[in-house]
């Protein structure tokens, strides 16, 4: 696989305080990377900086071997979905997805054609009329997530965005997100604190403890072989503790 995203000795600080502590990693085309860590860890800080929301205090971004380091938001061209997925009310759930595309030359003339193809790879082809307080919060999720991925964005980064549904919910989003790759094929980096979501939708986990990585591996290896301490108690033996096998919790292994 390609290397999609290099980033080179990241550092943030605030106040003189460092948040992020020279953090290299490279996300390969087509991956999906799960950066979990406790709260307060500097998962949200990393994903602000990638996409061009916050500067860095210092360090290099590559995109597809561009160093993007300076670039605006604007020019990254990545996609982002949040917890709150703040869709227009006003508007149609396909005039939602379509809006974006309306609005960039690029894609204005096949706006419409565009919105319906993602809503429908999506699920969502027999709801275009409806209005978002029509529908479920999973379904209006689904919706912020096809508006994203209708503009075709060279990442998607998702900060923590089911962490706010109920234990139901989470699971079918769960599922689902991970169908969305496999069909979009888009590169994702995933954050959460949750070391279940983790093992279940990542392809690597980049586990973080306060600014630092301290490793990254794929599930499996992970579990096996526990970098340290740290992983040994906030991954290892959480998932111990909470299941009796880990064939239950991990789809991928
Ligand atoms: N704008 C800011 N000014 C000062 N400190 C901040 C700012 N944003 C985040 N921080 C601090 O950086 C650290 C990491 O925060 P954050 O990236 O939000 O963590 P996470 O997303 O892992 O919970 C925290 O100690 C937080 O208080
Ligand atoms: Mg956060």
Do not use: W
Not at 38 to 50: A, D, E, H, N, V
């Amino acid at each position: 696989m390609a290397e999609k995203l290099i980033v080179k000795n990241l550092v943030k600080e605030y106040e003189g305080e460092q948040v992020l502590k020279s953090l290299s990693f490279v996300v390969k085309e087509g991956e999906f990377l799960s950066v979990l860590g406790p709260s307060g860890c500097g998962k949200t800080t990393l994903l602000r900086i990638l996409i061009g929301l916050e500067s860095q205090t210092g360090g290099k971004i590559l995109l597809d071997g561009k160093d993007i380091s300076k670039l605006p938001a604007s020019q990254r061209g990545m996609g982002i979905i949040f917890q709150n997925y703040a869709l227009f009310p006003n508007m149609t759930v396909l005039e939602n997805v379509e809006y974006a595309l309306k609005i960039r030359p690029e894609t204005k003339t096949d706006a419409t054609q565009r919105a319906k193809r993602t809503l429908d790879m999506i699920g969502m082809s027999d709801q275009l009329k409806k209005r978002p307080h029509h529908l479920s919060g999973g379904q209006q999720q689904r919706v912020a997530i096809a508006r994203t991925l209708a503009l075709n964005p060279s990442i998607v980064l998702l900060d923590e965005p089911i962490s706010a549904l109920d234990v139901e919910n989470k699971e079918i989003m769960k599922r689902e997100l991970k169908d969305i790759q496999k069909k979009f094929h888009s590169t994702m980096i995933y954050i959460t604190h949750d070391q279940e979501e983790a093992f279940f939708l990542s392809d690597r986990i980049m586990v973080m403890s306060t600014g630092t990585i301290e490793q990254l591996a794929t599930p499996l290896e992970i579990y096996n072989n526990p970098a340290n301490e740290y992983i040994q108690s906030f991954v290892v033996s959480h998932l111990n503790q909470k299941y009796e096998s880990l064939s239950k919790c991990i789809g991928r292994l």
